[in-house]
């Protein structure tokens, strides 16, 4: 099971550092990514990270101002949002896969990911 947390609101240049703690069958897990999503449009891919931490994929958009790593005594994976613009608003959810060992360039594919946490709100305003 994921439960991510952290979201709320802040002003444009702020930050915010979102938690997805995986708990339950953790030792398979290869990957874990965070997505999020604006009401009616698809989910967007944000950041991911290989389950050892040895590999990390940003999306364009965050390059520089989110940084995502694990907690590894506590299964737990944060993405640090810094630099935060109203364009950043959405729903965040955080992802796991324990299927198989990918490249880390196709994490940024939902498809790639098998356990979904239910999602925490972030707002930026202006």
């Known amino acids: 099971q994921l439960q991510a947390s952290g979201g709320g609101l802040v002003q444009a240049g702020g930050s915010l550092r979102l938690t997805c703690a995986a708990s339950?069958?953790?030792?398979?897990?290869?990957?874990i990514g965070w997505f999020r999503q604006i009401p009616g449009k698809e989910r967007e891919f944000v950041a991911a990270?290989?389950?050892?931490?040895?590999?990390?994929l940003y999306a364009d958009s965050v390059k520089g101002r989110f940084t995502i790593s694990r907690d590894n005594t506590e299964n737990t994976v944060a993405l640090q949002m810094n630099s935060l613009k109203p364009e950043d608003t959405a729903v965040y959810y955080c992802?796991?896969?324990?299927?198989?060992?990918?490249?880390?360039?196709?994490?940024?594919?939902?498809?790639?990911?098998?356990?979904w946490g239910q999602g925490t709100q972030v707002t930026v305003s202006s």
């Open positions: 992802a796991t896969d324990d299927r198989a060992l990918r490249p880390i360039g196709s994490m940024a594919d939902e498809r790639a990911y098998n356990s």
């Open positions: 339950g069958r953790t030792a398979g897990i290869s990957g």
């Open positions: 990270m290989t389950w050892t931490g040895s590999r990390t």
